[in-house]
């Protein structure tokens, strides 16, 4: 069944956020807390880690140079201002706000921050976007199901700090996934390995602010409006190519 990896994405992130959940009732304020920084510093050695495996090469003389350097920062500087322009973070904040009232936890102060949180960590990276290629094109869902069990896991201690806002993630993973999917014969083409590399370098950025976020529990990033940095880098690959 096409479509069956995003479906068990999402499936994987309720229900380790329902695990979570009594997880958390169960932790004191101080062992929360504590959960939030070693959650926040995991996300961003994860992007971190997924920035610099791009970023840096062994050249012949096995030593390490970068590469990708103008691209990154042509790739923020422009999706800044086309995601500042198009507001994707207030429109996702908006569409929490509303998930977060029609579930009638108005009273919850940590619904929108789990929420946009965990949508922004799930969604970004190029194993959500290769592995809903796959999913379309061969109808094989086996990288969507390694990635649910890591999801579902991470989901568990977010959703026991964050709260149930995380669980609400699963709707924009379903979304973009199956998006994704439904239209991989035609964005096939364009996510070739080089143009991969590129969203995973760009969006390892873009989690490691996230967690940059998350450890200073403010918003100093607008991380949702930095999102159209990863089509920049796409395309600035495919037109070097």
Known sequence: MIGIGSIVNA?????????GLAVGSQLSKRVQATLVSGMAVGTMFIGAGATFSKMLAVSEGESLESQGALMLVMSLAIGAVAGEAMDIDGRLEKFGAWLRRISRNDGDTKFLDGFVTASLTFCIGAMAILGALEDGLRGDPSLLYLKSVMDGIFTIALTASLGKGVIFSAIPILLLQGSVTLASGLLRPVMTPDALDAISLVGGV???CVGWNILWNEKKIRVANLLPSLVVATVWTLAKA
Do not use: D, P, T
Request: no cysteine; charged share 0%.
């Open 11 to 19: 499936a994987a992130i309720v229900a380790g956020g329902f695990i």
């Open 206 to 208: 873009l989690i490691f």
